[in-house]
């Protein structure tokens, strides 16, 4: 049990931080020295303690604009601790957009019923008229064919029951916040974490998991075979956001993979959908020293081909030092943004839960600058870029099983004259921390990505 200083059901308890945190060493080396970058990535305040860390000037697109400082400058009555559901939803009310801190302490579960225990999806459904197997049975192929989505009360009862669940598990992170694991083990599962419209916020040190939805929506239009379609991301910056500092976390699908859902209509029963988007007119965003695993349909940049939404002259994102390991596709896929991708570790193994398909999506008015990476695995070099629509591309300096190659030649040598695409010169990234050889990307990654840090009180 927890102290007092803690958020509980119960009620709101705001605690005053005593001791600076104490952040964990990056073991990168036999001193335990952080990297080449790290001490960048945390900027003029990296001697801070870690909620109060802002990001660097220069690092990233996240620092464009106002720059992001999250909840650095929160008063000490706006600083809490939580580890509960309602405890988080309850700091997150506290104080409106007042700069406000959040420490993690354990894994939150977003299925955490009112009595403080795990719920299963029958509490959702409950009073709905939700029936699985009827629902099977009504819109097999069979019953129902291939030429309509399904209609009518089973389908307006699986409507109903996925509304329960996102009102319970979807939760909106407000401005100038600032969340951090307190410890390496600190995480959130099941929930369904969404900045929409607002500025300033950072997230660090913790393990974000699993966002499945217990009511996924058949649709058997949905390409040749039909497919089973779910609802939420691990992380939706969506609506205009800006500035956002992802650092030293893990979004991953564990321990629910993808390789172990069950079939029905001979479709995996897709209970995930994407990790980490960045959408709708969002901007100004910076991921560093995180660890991406076993997930499918990773990240989206531009939520459509239209230019409707606000995407045009947005979606400015970095990515640098992470891993991604076991992904599908989409690491990123990008429409109409300026997207920096560099000094990343792109990794396939054997035992992936997810059948790899391609990194880089290149859609609509993209420019995609992708430099520096490193892929281990059995990639091959055609298979890195995909285009999705696009037109330029800019590739250098990465390496797969640690040779050089040409990612962009590659692609272009295997595809044909309408999937072709073009050098973008168009732009150079300008806010970069220290760019290393790709060669060295995957020893430089070995260790501190992820949540690394430990809380002191």
């Known amino acids: 049990m927890r102290t007092n200083r803690s958020i509980r059901t119960a009620g709101l308890v705001a605690t005053t931080l005593s001791a600076a945190l104490i952040a964990a060493t990056v073991a990168a080396g036999p001193a335990g020295a952080a990297p080449d970058g790290q001490a960048a990535a945390q900027g003029q305040t990296a001697g801070a303690a870690l909620e109060r860390q802002t990001l660097g000037g220069n690092d990233g697109w996240g620092s464009a604009g106002a720059g992001t400082t999250g909840g650095a400058a929160a008063a000490d009555e706006h600083v809490y601790d939580v580890d509960s559901r309602a405890g988080l939803l309850a700091a997150f009310a506290e104080a409106g957009d007042a700069p406000k801190i959040i420490r993690v302490h354990g894994v939150i579960d977003g299925n955490e019923g009112p009595d403080g225990t795990p719920q299963s999806c029958d509490a959702y459904a409950e009073g709905t008229g939700y029936d699985f197997e009827q629902y099977l049975e009504a819109y ?86 039909g497919n089973w379609n779910s609802e939420y991301d691990l992380l939706q910056i969506i609506n205009g956001t800006e500035n956002v500092w ?74 640098h030092h992470n891993v991604f390991k076991d992904i599908g596709q989409r690491a990123p896929r ?21 059948a790899y398909s391609y990194l880089f999506g290149v859609g609509a008015e993209s420019h995609l600058h992708a430099t520096d990476n490193a892929i281990t695995g059995d990639a091959d070099a055609a298979t890195v870029l995909k285009n999705w629509r696009g037109d330029v591309v800019f590739t250098d300096g990465n390496v797969i099983n640690g040779r050089k190659v040409d990612l962009l030649g590659a692609h272009n040598d295997a595809a044909d004259a309408e999937t072709q695409l073009g050098r973008d010169d168009s732009w150079t990234p300008e806010r970069r921390t220290t760019v290393h050889a790709a060669q060295a990307v995957p020893a430089l990654l070995a260790d501190g990505t992820g949540p690394i840090f430990t809380a002191g009180e």
């Open 246 to 319: 992802l650092d030293h976390n893990t979004f991953t699908d564990a321990p629910n993979f993808d390789d172990e859902l069950p079939e029905y209509f001979g479709r995996t029963y897709q209970v995930h959908d994407g990790a980490v988007d960045v959408t709708n007119g969002s901007t100004y965003v910076t991921m560093s020293y995180n660890r991406f695993e076993d997930h499918d349909k990773l990240m989206l940049i531009g939520s459509t081909d239209s230019p409707t939404r606000g995407d045009p002259g947005n979606l400015k994102v970095t990515l």
């Open 140 to 225: 097999s192929p069979e019953n129902w064919g291939w030429d309509q989505e399904p209609h009518g009360a089973l389908e307006e009862a699986r409507d109903a029951a996925a509304e329960n669940q996102k009102n319970w598990i979807r939760w909106d992170i407000p401005s100038n916040t600032t969340i951090v694991g307190a410890d390496a083990d600190a995480g959130i599962t099941g929930a369904a974490l969404r900045a929409s419209g607002e500025q300033n916020v950072i997230i660090r040190n913790l393990t974000i998991s699993d966002s499945r939805d217990c009511f996924p929506a058949w649709d058997p239009t949905d390409g040749d075979s």
């Open 334 to 354: 990008v429409r109409y943004g300026q997207v920096d991708v560099y000094n990343n570790h792109f990794v396939t193994t054997d035992d992936s839960p997810v």
